[in-house]
């Protein structure tokens, strides 16, 4: 009778290997994803050393190497603002094993250009918001400005007397002096520096009478007087130059720009590699002397999940197409 029905019904066995398979399939994957990282990481940055992407990729990586037991290998591939770094990781599988440290000049770019060489929100994992790092306006104490009423007063007594410096054109530094000259109704000449060292030692040399850089290059100097800090452009006062206010609290509404950093992945990374990504990269930036060492490189911790980042990246986009479009930005 036993072998009868096995012969005469095949699929009770087919199925209990369908079954079993299935299992087997489930088991493996969720095996892997607890096994997750089991060989080395890629980190690529897609902007050179020594910037806050840079430095904070490396305080990453240190700092989840001894968590994975597995090495994370930081990679700067810079090259077209971005595009070359970030396009290595698109092409890269969705295993989680390359992942990408971007900021806002992804954005910014966009904004600019109205067209990226991939597609951020197609062609990429959103994984989590690592920081930003506010920007300020200085002035040379020659030009007298200390605040934006002062600058204010002074465009408007000196119809297009005053002339920035900043980190580019098409940079979110050149972006926020625009729309401060637009809020402020005021004028001033744009000179697009190649980075921001120069524009800075430009405004401390007193060959350009302003300079709107990444806030923690004026800090040391606001604090021995070399330069002035007109303001801050986020909507919180920035820890390393606490009496300096924000463009906000000096009428300037609303007013909230920075440079953000943001943790991404290729497209179609699993939600469990993703996860655990997050709650592993939220440990090590929850260790002070980690958070001491970005904030000292111009880098405040900021948390923001999957969900926010894709939120700021959409609104940012909006914000720098606008702002491109009404201020006449254009690439060079």
Known sequence: MAMNLSIGKPWITTALVTVAAAGALAGAAAHAADAY???????????????????????????LAPIWGQGVAVENKAGASGNIGSQDVVRAPGDGYTLLLQNSTMVSNLGLTGKLP????????PIM???????????????????????????????????YGS?????????????????????????GYKGCAPALQDVLGGQVPLAIVSANLVAPYAKSGRLKAVGVSTAQRYALMPDTPTFEE??????????WYALMGPAKLPADVVAKITADVTKVLADPKVQEN?????VEV?????????????EDTARYMQLAKSANIQAE
């Open 37 to 63: 990282p089991n060989k080395t990481v890629r980190l690529v940055v897609p902007y050179g050393t020594g910037g806050g992407s840079d430095i904070l990729a490396r305080q990453i990586g240190a700092g």
């Open 118 to 125: 991939y597609d951020a929100e197609k062609d990429l994992t």
């Open 129 to 163: 918001i690592l920081g930003v790092t506010p920007i300020a306006l200085a002035a040379h104490p020659s030009v007298k400005i200390s605040n934006v009423k002062e600058l204010i007063a002074i465009a408007k007594a000196k119809p297009d007397s005053l002339s």
């Open 167 to 191: 980190c580019g054109i098409g940079t979110p530094q050149h972006f926020v002096m625009e729309l401060v000259k637009q809020k402020a109704g005021i004028t001033a000449t744009h000179a």
């Open 250 to 259: 000096q009428g300037l509404k609303p007013f909230d720009f920075s440079i």
């Open 294 to 298: 970005l904030s000292n490189a111009g």
């Open 302 to 314: 900021t948390k923001g999940s999957a969900q926010d980042l894709t939120k700021l990246i959409k």
